[in-house]
Every structure is written in C-alpha cells, then in structure tokens.
C-alpha cells in the first residue's frame, strides 16, 4: 500500500507564493504518474497538475497554468507544486494522488493523500 503525505500548505497574501511537497512510502514511486488536485468549500474536486512517471510530460488546469510548475524528485520520492501569484480563489485543500496505469493520461489515480489546506488572503 503507497502512502502519500502532503506537505507545505498554509495561509499567504495574494500574489505570494507556495510549495507544496508530497512524499511518498511506497518504493516504486519512479513507476507512477502523479498528479495534484484540489477542493474549495461547496464545489467538487477539480484537477490541477500532472506529471508523467518517466517522461517528463506535464498537464496543467487553464486557471493555474502559467503560475504553478509541477515537478518530482525520484530519488527523494517526492513530488512537488510550486504555486506563485496566488490568488484568492486559490483557496481550497490540496490533494497529491498517484497512478498506477501505464497509460498516460491517467484515467483514474489509485492513491490519495490526506490533504494540506492552502489559504490566500486577500
């Protein structure tokens, strides 16, 4: 069972910056797709960023495009979204997920992490 532990959020004025961190347990990390996703009160989970598991491939949400840079470090298991220009409708948690499939894009991620709440102020 891969475990994914996120990292890094917390309340920021607008127009600053974040990065978040997601490590993971599971040894074969280098084998995943990875992706972030996040969740504002009352709207549904919507997706943010992806990262290919070899390629270097990278997908982004046209609201953040631009402003966050999705990156891994294989050797430390971790992946990361460096969030700049932050805005308040940036609010919301924060999710890393991980996916098994060889397909690229990912349809479906096999596992989640627990969330990190982000909060930008106006």
């Known amino acids: 069972q891969v475990q994914l532990v996120e990292s890094g959020g917390g309340l920021v004025q607008a127009g600053g910056s974040l990065r978040l961190s997601c490590a993971a347990s599971?040894?074969?990390?280098?084998?995943?797709?990875m992706g972030w996703f996040r969740q504002a009160p009352g709207k549904e989970r919507e997706f943010v960023a992806r990262?290919?598991?070899?390629?270097?491939?990278?997908a982004y949400a046209d609201s953040v495009k631009g402003r966050f840079t999705i990156s891994r470090d294989n050797a430390k298991k971790t992946v990361y979204l460096q969030m700049n220009s932050l805005k308040p409708e940036d609010t919301a948690v924060y999710y890393c997920?991980?996916?098994?499939?060889?397909?690229?894009?990912?349809?479906?991620?096999?596992?989640w992490g627990q969330g990190t709440q982000v909060t930008v102020s106006s």
């Open positions: 997920a991980a996916a098994m499939t060889p397909r690229w894009p990912p349809v479906s991620y096999d596992f």
């Open positions: 599971g040894r074969t990390f280098s084998s995943y797709a």
């Open positions: 990262i290919s598991r070899s390629d270097g491939y990278t």
